[in-house]
T-cell receptor, first 113, second 116 residues
């Protein structure tokens, strides 16, 4: 079974703090994704990576950066957390190719106060 | 604009009853359509996938249909169980593109609650 794990299930941070969210997958997938999920808005893509050290912006990259130094690990960084970044963050991975299923991690519920 | 709309937004049914969730999309070009189930506090899990040429796909008590002409899909749940309580998300993959990345358009989901 594909396993995608995220470093924290719940996280509370203060405004202005730098926040790191980590995602690890164990299936040697080329593609990795970071989404945020908000009520009534569905999942929105923040960044994705299709190879080590490669990254591309998704639909809502402002206020976020990412890092992929190893194939299995994809990190999402909030340089200076703000209250409007309070959300559920979901990581996903997939085999290269548009028809392949994305496997999701359990999510991190981030609250910025 | 590529969009996926789902209805109803929420639904409450009694255990053992059937229900049908709807998904309309305007994504073009179309590659495939998936239904995901997302339990509270968990990540989404794929239930079914259908390509352009498929008009029905079953996974246990879940049956998805696709009408590519009208750009509509439905997810039918038979003999509902308490464990079916979850959000059901319709996701359409955009076709004709190469490489990785954002080829998915997500619906906002239908929140289903199954009660005794």
């Amino acid at each position: 079974d594909v396993k995608v794990t995220q470093s924290s299930r719940y996280l509370v941070k203060r405004t202005g703090e730098k926040v790191f969210l980590e995602c690890v997958q164990d299936m040697d997938h080329e593609n990795m994704f970071w989404y945020r999920q908000d009520p009534g808005l569905g999942l929105r893509l923040i960044y994705f990576s299709y190879d080590v050290k490669m990254k591309e912006k998704g639909d809502i990259p402002e206020g976020y950066s990412v890092s992929r130094e190893k194939k299995e690990r994809f990190s999402l960084i909030l340089e200076s957390a703000s209250t409007n970044q309070t959300s559920m963050y979901l990581c996903a991975s997939s085999i290269s190719g548009i028809s392949y299923e994305q496997y999701f991690g359990p999510g991190t519920r981030l609250t910025v106060t | 604009k590529n969009q996926v709309e789902q209805s109803p937004q929420s639904l409450i049914i009694l255990e053992g009853k059937n229900c049908t969730l709807q998904c309309n999309y305007t994504v073009s070009p179309f590659s495939n359509l998936r239904w995901y189930k997302q339990d509270t506090g968990r990540g989404p899990v794929s239930l079914t996938i259908m390509t352009f040429s498929e008009n029905t796909k079953s996974n246990g008590r879940y049956t998805a249909t696709l009408d590519a002409d009208t750009k509509q899909s439905s997810l039918h749940i038979t003999a509902s169980q308490l464990s079916d309580s979850a959000s059901y998300i319709c996701v359409v993959t955009i076709g004709g593109l190469t490489g990785g990345g954002n080829k998915l358009t997500f619906g906002t989901g239908t929140q289903l609650k199954v009660e005794l």
